[in-house]
C-alpha cells in the first residue's frame, strides 16, 4: 500500500539521519568560477565564490568544508552536508534530518523520549520561505515547527485517518488524512524546531505506529525531502539604491539587488551577461552568445531567445538582435510580424509594371533606331553609297557633323544647278562649301550612278579654278558635298556665277565618263559652251 510503502522509506532516512535532496540545473561557467588558487568543487558539487574550501578562498561566513572520507567527497557548512549551490537564485540545497516518534502501545514509545530535531543555521543562512514547506504524517500526529530561538514563531499541523486505505495516496493533496502541511513559512527563519508538544498517545499505534515530521522543498515527491535555505551578503556593507552597486559585487557587467529573506544583498550578472558576479577575471559576468546558443540546442533557446521569421540573429554585447532580411525592416525580436516589406506588395507590383514598360520602351526606341539605321543603310546603297565606298579619296561624313560645320545650314552662299551650297568650318578651321544635293530624274528619283560618277568624277578633276571638290556625304535621299572656299574674287559668289560654273563642272563630267560611248562629242560641247556663252553675255 502507498502509505505503507512511504513509511518504510521514512524508517530508512531516520536510519541513515538524512533526507534525500533534488538537484538544481546550474550553469557551469557560474558555478566553477572561484579566486585562482582555490578549489571549485568538492567530490561532484561545484563551490563558487562567495563560497569557498576554506577561509582564505570564501567571504566572510561562506567556509565550507570538504570531508575527503567519502568517496566522492561531500561539502559542509559545519555539520550539514551541502548538496548543491545556486548564484542566481540565491539559494542552498541541503541534507536535513526527519524528526520522528513511534509508539509501541496507545501511550508508550520504543524510546523513552520522543525524538523531536532542530537545527540552527548560522549567519548567512535562512529558510528559504517561497521553496519549502512543513509536512507532518500519520494517522494520529499532532506536528509542531518552531522558526525562531525567541519563540516568536511556532505553528504545526494535525493529521488523522482511521485506516491506512483511507489515508492519502501518492500524489493526492496533503489536507489531514494522513498526512498536513504548511505550505506558507514566514520569512527570516533561522532554525528549524520540529517536535510533538505535550501530545502523549498515539490511538492509531496499531496500523500507524509513527509519525514523521520535516521542512522540505515544495513539490516533493514523497521519495526524497528537499530543504532548501536562502543565503546572501549580510554583512561588509550594503546595496546602493541608486547605483545599484555593492563591495561583494565586483565583476564587470554586475549589480546588486536586496535580499528578499532578511537582510543582505546578492549579486546578478546583468541582462545579456553569465557568469560569477562575485569574481573578476576568468569566470566573471561575461556575454552570452544567443545566437550560438540557438544553433548548439534550438529546442531549448531558440524559446528562450527568439527571432522570428523573416530575420536573422546577430549577436552583439550584452544582447543580440534579430535582424530583418533583405527587403524588411523592423524587429524581428517582436513576434511573426515584426518584420515587414519596405515596399507593399501593391507598391511593389506598380513598380514593377512601370519597370517593365520601361523595358519596353527602351526595346522599343532601340529596335527604331536599329530600324532607322538599316534604312540609312539601305538608301546609302541604294543611292551609290557601295561605289563611293570603293574610291579611297572620298570621306564620308555624317549629317550631324555637317549641320556642325555649316551651323545648321545656316549661311547660303548660292543656289546652283545641282544644289544649294552653304558656307561652313572644319574642325581644323578651314572653310568650306558644302553643298547639298537635290537634282532628281524624270521620276523624282536620283539615278545612284550617276549621282556616284559625278562624285567621284570631281574629285578628280585638278585644275585652277577657285573651287576644288574635296568630300562628299549621304544622309537619305539628300546628297551633299562641299568644296574648299578658295574663292578670291567677289563676282565669283554671285548667283548667276556659281551656276555657270555648274553648269561647266556638268560638261567636265560628261566629257570624263570611263565609258567612252557615253562621253558627248566636241560638237556637243562646243554646242554647249556657246550656250554657256550667251547665257552669261546676258
Not at 549551490?85 to 502501545?105: D, Q
Not at 530535531?117 to 509536512?135: C, G, M, W, Y
Not at 535580499?259 to 559576468?285: K, S
Not at 537634282?439 to 585652277?464: F, L, P
Amino acid at each position: 500500500m502507498a502509505m505503507t510503502q512511504l513509511m518504510m522509506l521514512l524508517w530508512f532516512l531516520l536510519h541513515s539521519h538524512v533526507a534525500a535532496i533534488a538537484l538544481a540545473s546550474l550553469s557551469v561557467s557560474a558555478t566553477s568560477a572561484q579566486w585562482s588558487g582555490c578549489p571549485s568543487k568538492c567530490g561532484d558539487v561545484y563551490i563558487p565564490y562567495p563560497f569557498g574550501i576554506g577561509d582564505h578562498c570564501a567571504w566572510p561566513g561562506f567556509t565550507v568544508s570538504c570531508n575527503d572520507s567519502f568517496r566522492p567527497p561531500k561539502p559542509y557548512t559545519g555539520n550539514i552536508e551541502i548538496k548543491d549551490i545556486s548564484l542566481e537564485k540565491g539559494e542552498m540545497r541541503i541534507y536535513t534530518f526527519v524528526a520522528y516518534v513511534c509508539y509501541n502501545s496507545t501511550n508508550t514509545t520504543e524510546n523513552d523520549n520522543k525524538t523531536g530535531t532542530k537545527l540552527r543555521l548560522d549567519t548567512p543562512f535562512l529558510v528559504a520561505q517561497k521553496s519549502n514547506e512543513f509536512t507532518g504524517i500519520g494517522c494520529d500526529t499532532v506536528a509542531w515547527l518552531q522558526g525562531r530561538d525567541d519563540g516568536s514563531f511556532l505553528t504545526g499541523c494535525i493529521t488523522t485517518c482511521a485506516s491506512l486505505d483511507t489515508a492519502a495516496q501518492d500524489g493526492e493533496p496533503c489536507t489531514g488524512l494522513g498526512c498536513c502541511q504548511v505550505p506558507s513559512i514566514p520569512a527570516n527563519l533561522s532554525m528549524i524546531g520540529i517536535d510533538w508538544g505535550d501530545k502523549v498517545r498515539n490511538v492509531a499505534w496499531s496500523y500507524s505506529p509513527c509519525s514523521y515530521a520535516f521542512v522540505a522543498e515544495k513539490g516533493c515527491d514523497g521519495r526524497s525531502v528537499p530543504t532548501v535555505v536562502d543565503w546572501a551578503i549580510r554583512s561588509n556593507g550594503s546595496c546602493s539604491s541608486e547605483t545599484q552597486l555593492a563591495p561583494a559585487c565586483v565583476s564587470n557587467n554586475s549589480y546588486c539587488i536586496d535580499a528578499t529573506n532578511g537582510e543582505g544583498y546578492l549579486c546578478n550578472c546583468a541582462a545579456g551577461y553569465a557568469g560569477n558576479p562575485y569574481v573578476t577575471g576568468d569566470g566573471r559576468c561575461t556575454n552570452i552568445n544567443e545566437c550560438e546558443l540557438r544553433k548548439v540546442d534550438p529546442a531549448k533557446y531558440e524559446k528562450l531567445y527568439p527571432c522570428y521569421s523573416g530575420s536573422i540573429c546577430h549577436d552583439t554585447e550584452g544582447d543580440y538582435e534579430c535582424k530583418c532580411r533583405f527587403g524588411h525592416r523592423g524587429d524581428g525580436k517582436i513576434n511573426d510580424n515584426g518584420c515587414r516589406p519596405i515596399i507593399s506588395a501593391s507598391i511593389l507590383a506598380t513598380v514593377a509594371t512601370v519597370f517593365a514598360c520601361a523595358v519596353l520602351a527602351i526595346l522599343v526606341v532601340y529596335i527604331l533606331k536599329e530600324h532607322k539605321k538599316r534604312q540609312r543603310n539601305r538608301s546609302f546603297d541604294k543611292n551609290g553609297g557601295n561605289i563611293l565606298k570603293k574610291m579611297m579619296d572620298i570621306k564620308l561624313f555624317t549629317e550631324k557633323q555637317l549641320k556642325k560645320m555649316t551651323q545648321n545650314y545656316q549661311h547660303v552662299l548660292g543656289k546652283g544647278f545641282f544644289g544649294e551650297v552653304y558656307k561652313g568650318t572644319t574642325k581644323d578651321k578651314h572653310h568650306v562649301a558644302v553643298k547639298r544635293y537635290f537634282r532628281q530624274d524624270a521620276k523624282g528619283q536620283y539615278n545612284k550612278e550617276h549621282v556616284a560618277e559625278e562624285i567621284t568624277n570631281q574629285a578628280r578633276i585638278q585644275h585652277s579654278l577657285p573651287l576644288e571638290f574635296v568630300k562628299c556625304y549621304k544622309y537619305n535621299e539628300t546628297r551633299t558635298m562641299y568644296d574648299r572656299y578658295f574663292l578670291s574674287p567677289d563676282n565669283a559668289l554671285l548667283e548667276r556665277n556659281m551656276g555657270c560654273l555648274d553648269r561647266m563642272a556638268a560638261i567636265a563630267v560628261q566629257c570624263l565618263k570611263e565609258d567612252v560611248d557615253e562621253r558627248p562629242t566636241m560638237a556637243n560641247i562646243v554646242d554647249e559652251l556657246k550656250q554657256l556663252k550667251e547665257a552669261l553675255s546676258s
